[in-house]
């Protein structure tokens, strides 16, 4: 069974500086899809970026970034430029391709990191 | 924002009470998903849909069903709530050729 670890429970950064969000998943699959979700006080999923293991360059949205290592079935998340707003709950999430009807439709999270930012 | 509202935002219920979320979508998605978040677990998957009264099990579906009549309604019933059932209910979909998975507001319940 597929299984997304995240070794940090939080982590801080100062305002404008740049941190790191560590995932690593366990999976036998070849093909598969990795995203971080951020999860602010609000409470709402919102997508930060997402990754699609077939392709070798890492996905970049602005000031989010990731460092996808699939030998080492490591994804980790980079914030530049850390701003008081980014401030949330990060979660690492895993999926396969949809298949078929109905397909692997489960969406594996970690546990998520929840992040703090210091002015 | 894709379009989906969860109803009720907040619940208090006793145990041993039937309860019903209901997840709306405005814009036919096919794929619909029941989640629950709980502090330590990160989101698990209840149920999810993959067209009209097309549904399947998640990973923690013991306890919940799920009913699909209709494209835009996607309806989580607890046929008599347990206090472990208290939770973060998050409804999502996925649009067809996408493999993102976008969330609603998500669901409050508190069973005493």
């Known amino acids: 069974a597929q299984t997304v670890t995240q070794s940090q429970p939080e982590m801080s950064v100062q305002e404008a500086e740049t941190v790191t969000l560590s995932c690593t998943y366990d999976t036998s699959e070849s093909d598969y899809y990795l995203f971080w979700y951020k999860q602010p006080p609000s409470r709402q999923m919102i997508l930060v970026i997402r990754q699609e293991a077939y392709k070798q360059q890492n996905a970049t949205e602005n000031r989010f970034s990731v460092n996808f290592q699939k030998a080492a079935k490591s994804f980790s998340l980079k914030i530049s430029d850390s701003q008081l707003g980014d401030a949330a709950m990060y979660f690492c999430a895993y999926r396969t391709p949809a298949m078929g009807q109905g397909g692997s439709e489960k969406l594996v999270f970690g546990k998520g990191t929840k992040l703090t930012v210091n002015p | 924002d894709a379009g989906i509202t969860q109803s009720p935002r907040h619940k208090v219920t006793e145990t041993g009470t039937p309860v019903t979320l209901r997840c709306h979508q405005t814009?036919?998605?096919?794929?619909m998903y029941w989640y629950r978040q709980d502090p330590g677990h990160g989101l698990r998957l209840i149920h999810y849909?993959?067209?009209?009264?097309?549904?399947d099990k998640g990973e923690v579906s013991d306890g919940y069903s799920v009913s699909r009549s209709k494209t835009e309604d996607f309806l989580l019933t607890l046929e008599s709530a347990t206090s472990s059932q208290t939770s973060v209910y998050f409804c999502?979909?996925?649009?067809?050729?996408?493999?993102?998975?976008?969330f609603g507001p998500g669901t409050r319940l508190l069973v005493l």
């Open positions: 849909s993959y067209g009209v009264k097309d549904t």
């Open positions: 814009e036919n998605h096919r794929y």
């Open positions: 999502a979909i996925r649009p067809q050729g996408q493999e993102t998975q976008y």
